[in-house]
C-alpha cells in the first residue's frame, strides 16, 4: 500500500512528496511514531484476526469464523474512532498554523469498494475546485474521516449478518469483509502521509499543545453501546 502512495506522491508536486520522506525532528518525529505505532499494532491484530475468521471459514468452523469476525469488528470500530478523533484534533488545530501542507487527493485505484472509489471521486472534483491549500487540507480531512466512518458501518453492518447466520449470500459478505478491510488500510495510510506533513508544517511552539489534544483521546477508542451490545448477543448466539 505504501509504495502505491509513494508512487503517487511522486508524480506529485515535490513538497507533498518532501513532506513524506525527509525526517522529522526529535520531538515530532517521536510523536508521529507513538500515534502511528499504535494505529499499526490495533489494525495488524484486526487483520490477524479477520485473517484467521477467512480461515477458519475456508475450513467450515463457522462458529468460530464468527467469533473471530467479531473480534475484527471490535478492533476495527476501535481504530476507526481513534484515526477520526485524531483527524478532528488536527483540524482543530490547523486553524491556528499559517502554512498548511499541500495534499493530494484521494486516488479511486486505491480502492476496491464502491465506497472509497466514491469518495476518491468527490474529493478529486474538490481539489480542483478549492484552489487554496487550506481549503484543500480541511475538506480531504473532512472526506477521510467520513470515509472511514462509512466503511467500518459498512464492515460492521456485513459482519452483523455474517455473526448471526441472516446473510443472503453468505459468499458475498465474507468478500465483502476482506474488501472493505482493505480500502480502510488505504485510509489508515492517508491519514498517516496526513499527519506526518501536518506535523512537518506545525511550527515547534505548537507541539506541546497538540501533544495535550492527542493525550485526551483514549476516550475515543471506546465501541459505542450499541456496538458493543450486539457484538455480545453475536458471542452468545454463536
Given at each position: 500500500?505504501?509504495?502505491?502512495?509513494?508512487?503517487?506522491?511522486?508524480?506529485?508536486?515535490?513538497?507533498?512528496?518532501?513532506?513524506?520522506?525527509?525526517?522529522?525532528?526529535?520531538?515530532?518525529?517521536?510523536?508521529?511514531?507513538?500515534?502511528?505505532?499504535?494505529?499499526?499494532?490495533?489494525?495488524?491484530?484486526?487483520?490477524?484476526?479477520?485473517?484467521?475468521?477467512l480461515?477458519?471459514?475456508?475450513?467450515?468452523?463457522?462458529?468460530?469464523?464468527?467469533?473471530?469476525?467479531?473480534?475484527?469488528?471490535?478492533?476495527?470500530?476501535?481504530?476507526?474512532?481513534?484515526?477520526?478523533?485524531?483527524?478532528?484534533?488536527?483540524s482543530?488545530?490547523?486553524?491556528?498554523?499559517?502554512?498548511?501542507?499541500?495534499v493530494?487527493?484521494?486516488?479511486?485505484?486505491?480502492?476496491?469498494?464502491?465506497?472509497?472509489?466514491?469518495?476518491?471521486?468527490?474529493?478529486?472534483?474538490?481539489?480542483?475546485?478549492?484552489?487554496?491549500?487550506?481549503?484543500?487540507?480541511?475538506?480531504?480531512?473532512?472526506?477521510?474521516?467520513?470515509?472511514?466512518e462509512?466503511?467500518?458501518?459498512?464492515?460492521?453492518?456485513?459482519?452483523?449478518?455474517?455473526?448471526?447466520?441472516?446473510?443472503?449470500?453468505?459468499?458475498?459478505?465474507?468478500?465483502?469483509?476482506?474488501?472493505?478491510?482493505?480500502?480502510?488500510?488505504?485510509?489508515?495510510?492517508?491519514?498517516?502521509?496526513?499527519?506526518?506533513?501536518?506535523?512537518?508544517?506545525?511550527?515547534?511552539?505548537?507541539?506541546?499543545?497538540?501533544?495535550?489534544?492527542?493525550?485526551?483521546l483514549?476516550?475515543?477508542?471506546?465501541?459505542?453501546?450499541?456496538?458493543?451490545?450486539?457484538?455480545?448477543?453475536?458471542?452468545?448466539?454463536?
Open positions: 500500500m505504501f509504495s502505491r502512495l509513494q508512487r503517487s506522491l511522486s508524480s506529485a508536486r515535490r513538497t507533498v512528496c518532501e513532506d513524506w520522506i525527509a525526517a522529522l525532528p526529535g520531538e515530532k518525529l517521536r510523536l508521529f511514531q507513538d500515534v502511528v505505532r499504535e494505529w499499526e499494532f490495533t489494525h495488524a491484530m484486526m487483520s490477524v484476526a479477520l485473517d484467521e475468521a480461515t477458519l471459514r475456508t475450513r467450515g468452523e463457522l462458529i468460530c469464523a464468527r467469533q473471530q469476525v467479531s473480534v475484527a469488528t471490535d478492533l476495527l470500530a476501535r481504530l476507526a474512532a481513534t484515526l477520526v478523533a485524531t483527524s478532528d484534533v488536527v482543530n488545530r490547523g486553524r491556528y498554523v499559517p502554512h498548511l501542507p499541500q493530494e487527493p484521494l486516488k479511486t485505484e486505491f480502492f476496491r469498494g464502491e465506497t472509497g472509489q466514491n469518495a476518491a471521486h468527490w474529493n478529486l472534483f474538490l481539489h480542483h475546485v478549492l484552489f487554496a491549500d487550506r481549503s484543500r487540507f480541511f475538506q480531504k480531512l473532512r472526506i477521510l474521516s467520513d470515509t472511514i462509512r466503511i467500518v458501518h459498512e464492515f460492521d453492518d456485513t459482519a452483523e449478518d455474517i455473526m448471526h447466520g441472516v446473510s443472503i449470500q453468505p459468499v458475498n459478505g465474507w468478500d465483502k469483509l476482506e474488501c472493505l478491510q482493505f480500502d480502510f488500510n488505504t485510509c489508515l495510510c492517508e491519514s498517516e502521509v496526513v499527519l506526518k506533513s501536518f506535523l512537518r508544517a506545525l511550527p515547534a511552539d505548537q507541539l506541546p499543545a497538540l501533544m495535550i489534544e492527542l493525550d485526551k483514549p476516550a475515543a477508542k471506546r465501541v459505542d453501546q450499541r456496538r458493543r451490545a450486539r457484538l455480545r448477543l453475536s458471542r452468545a448466539s454463536a
